[in-house]
């Protein structure tokens, strides 16, 4: 049977204020009536809780942007996949690249890999390269982006790990990669685990695309990308435009 795709609406530094997420999260709830897909919402931490009450009643599930390394303790500013996993947070992002910028390292994506797993969240591991060149090398980085996980994760665990895959020049630029791009990466990133484990493993790993995701161009990436859904994030912060991408994939 064909997995429902999974949309994840990324809402990054937004919006304002807890009223207008609350709102936000309502608007969501009732322009996505209706649809099969899977989809879940990540507000800033702040704002998880309110936002947590407000979907409780409805399909939507909620997603964090990050995570800790650590388990509990002196590590000001952090919060615990256990502290996240007790507000009923389902997903976890881990690895966006606005974070990387930010010194994270494939071996801390490791560590909160690890966390959300110990904790029953799904870790979202966003893989994508800067810039793509003629010669391929682009495909070296992703490569060695999900090869730190191949390393440390085995059966078991890959297959509760979905992986998004967000080339950095798409992401916020209004640069969508090509529907030949996100297909040629599919199957690339499937190969790399089809070495690593076999087919059928690989095949159960869900692969996301995102990068300029928008009501426009999500039919024909979805039909034709072979993705397994989208991680959007603009068009998240518009309800209409992030409803009208989830039923483009049905
Ligand atoms: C993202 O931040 O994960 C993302 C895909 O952003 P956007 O859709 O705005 O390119």
Redesign the pocket.
């Known amino acids: 049977m064909k997995k429902a795709p999974l949309i994840i609406g ?1 809402w ?1 530094l937004n919006p304002v204020s807890q009223k207008a997420a609350v709102t936000l999260a309502q608007a969501t709830i009732k322009a996505c009536r209706g649809t099969n897909a899977s989809i879940a919402i990540a507000p800033p931490f702040v704002y998880l809780s309110d936002v947590s009450k407000k979907i409780s009643r409805s399909k939507i599930l909620l997603a964090a942007q990050d995570v800790s390394t650590e388990p509990l303790g002196a590590f000001t500013g952090e919060i615990a996949a256990s502290q996240l996993r007790d507000l009923k947070i389902s997903y976890v ?1 881990i690895g ?3 974070r990387r910028a930010r010194g994270e390292t494939d071996s801390d994506v490791v560590q909160k890999v690890t966390q959300a797993l110990k904790n029953k969240l799904t870790p979202v591991v ?1 893989v994508g390269e800067k810039e793509r060149d003629a010669k391929g090398d682009f495909y070296t980085t992703v490569a060695k982006q999900i090869k730190a996980l191949t390393a440390v994760f085995g059966t078991t665990d890959i297959k509760k790990i979905v992986i ?1 895959y ?1 080339p950095i020049w ?4 209004g640069k969508t990669a090509t529907v030949e791009d996100v297909k040629e990466m599919q199957l690339f990133i499937y190969s790399v685990l089809t070495k690593v484990f076999d087919r059928k493993v690989a095949n159960s790993v869900k692969l996301l695309y ?5 009501p426009h161009n999500a039919k024909v990436l979805h039909a034709d990308g072979g993705m397994g859904g ?7 912060l518009n309800a209409t435009d992030f409803a009208a991408i989830v039923k483009a994939t049905e």
């Open positions: 990324n990054k992002i966006h690249s606005e966003c998004a967000e798409a992401i916020g630029t995102g990068g300029s995701v928008k989208f991680l959007v994030g603009g068009a998240s």
